[in-house]
């Protein structure tokens, strides 16, 4: 990875007057559209032509009774023993955990087969993906991705100085690998593959996907974003970390924001190359933004399997009975291997969003493909009747 000979000291300078708001974590990114394109009565968040939108959600009095479907958070988490740890490890606060944190760091590196100086922690795997744009683009430089796709990374490329190559998935809802290796060219710097994908929740083929990985990042390095896949059918079997194991270019980001419960507690990492990783954290120094009692819960949590196993299946359930439901209705939906589902809606995104929140469910709304979308977040099976109960009454 090739950055520039910046200080610190310089590149926070310049981050500083470049990004704004986009140093904030994911959540407050996200709300800080939200409230700006409120203010200024905007239908969209973003208003761009390049990339898909999302609609503005209706300016509403958020209360204790709203179903909050909209995130992508496991409802049941975090674990028992890993909120338990997060307690106890509060009492600790007045030292720093670089200890604790070397020893989550062991842990990880076993699982995925890798060195310890293979790994960067971070609060969040959103902060690694920003970072690895901060980093990356500085000086200019093309990202691939698909279109839709989660767009953190490719946003931050953008502002500072970067260009975004987007490839529209295929009909199967999988990345088109194809057309993605052949757009690559003297100026792109990375190329950026969310696995299973968001908005779409699908997923593409694991021997493609590996094939691809190990080719293409021998000419430049591939970013596969994993924040799902212990959601998915094979999950971990289908991870591109033995790719990294083998001294491949390729980074593989993982969250605990999503099927360990932990979005609130703001931990993540990411495997490579030392050297890789090495240019990043000469800058950002992820470690620094973990907090002792976030690092004890994801401990606490990696050891805590049967908890992930049993949330894993009640999140499939209640996604299964959502896309009956969507069946039954004839809504058309992409195929998720997530905790969320979309799909599309024979009505405008804003007058939509408008009617739901207004039954008390708050879920997100896209225009991609010039089709109107909805996405919704797989919560309790409760929650999930209290969503399809509304889309009945919305699509009578």
């Given at each position: 990875m090739n950055t520039t000979n910046f200080s610190r000291r310089d590149w926070l300078k310049k981050s500083t007057l470049t990004l704004g708001a986009l140093t904030l974590i994911p959540s407050e990114i996200w709300t800080n559209n939200v409230l700006k394109a409120q203010s200024e009565n905007s239908p969209f968040l973003y208003n761009s032509s390049n990339y898909f939108?999302?609609?503005?959600p209706p300016i509403v009095e958020e209360n204790e009774s709203l179903v909050i479907l909209r995130a992508n958070e496991n409802p049941y988490g975090p674990p028992p023993k890993a909120a338990k740890a997060f307690q106890d490890e509060v009492f600790t606060g007045n030292r720093y955990s670089w200890k604790t944190l070397d020893d989550l760091m062991e842990t990880i590196a076993k699982n995925e087969g890798v060195k310890t100086d293979q790994i960067l922690m971070a609060?969040?795997?959103?902060d690694i993906l920003e970072k690895v744009a901060m980093v990356l683009f500085q000086n200019g430089g093309n990202v691939i991705s698909a279109d839709p796709s989660y767009m953190s990374l490719m946003i931050v490329a953008k502002a500072v100085g970067g260009q975004w190559k987007s490839y529209k998935l295929l009909d199967d809802s999988q990345h088109d690998l194809d057309a993605m290796e052949a757009g690559i060219d003297a100026d792109t710097k990375l190329v950026y593959i969310c696995n299973p994908n968001n908005p779409t929740g699908s997923i593409t083929d694991a021997k493609k996907l590996r094939d691809f990985c190990s080719r293409v990042s021998e000419k430049v390095p591939v970013f596969v974003d994993?924040?799902?896949i212990e959601l998915s059918k094979n999950g971990l079997k289908d991870s591109m970390n033995t790719l990294v194991a083998e001294g491949k270019n390729v980074i593989v980001a993982r969250t605990f924001s999503k099927i360990h419960g932990m979005a609130g507690l703001r931990i993540g990492y990411a495997?490579?190359?030392k050297e890789t990783l090495d240019s990043i954290?000469?800058?950002t120094r992820g470690g620094?933004?973990?907090?002792?009692?976030?690092?004890a819960a994801a401990s606490a949590s990696l050891a805590n399997t049967d908890f992930l196993d049993d949330c894993r299946a009640k999140i499939t359930a209640a996604r299964e009975y959502t896309i009956s439901f969507l069946e039954t209705k004839k809504f058309s939906y992409l195929p998720s291997e997530t905790n969320f589902v979309i799909f599309e809606i024979p009505m405008e995104g804003k007058e939509f969003l408008q009617k739901i929140y207004a039954k008390n469910v708050a879920v997100r709304s896209f225009k991609f493909w010039d089709k109107n979308w909805c996405r919704v977040s797989i919560g309790t099976m409760d929650e999930m009747k209290l969503f399809t109960k509304a889309m009945g009454e919305i699509f009578a």
């Open positions: 939108n999302e609609f503005t609060p969040g795997s959103s994993e924040a799902y495997i490579g190359k954290n000469e800058i620094m933004g973990i907090t002792g009692p976030s690092i």
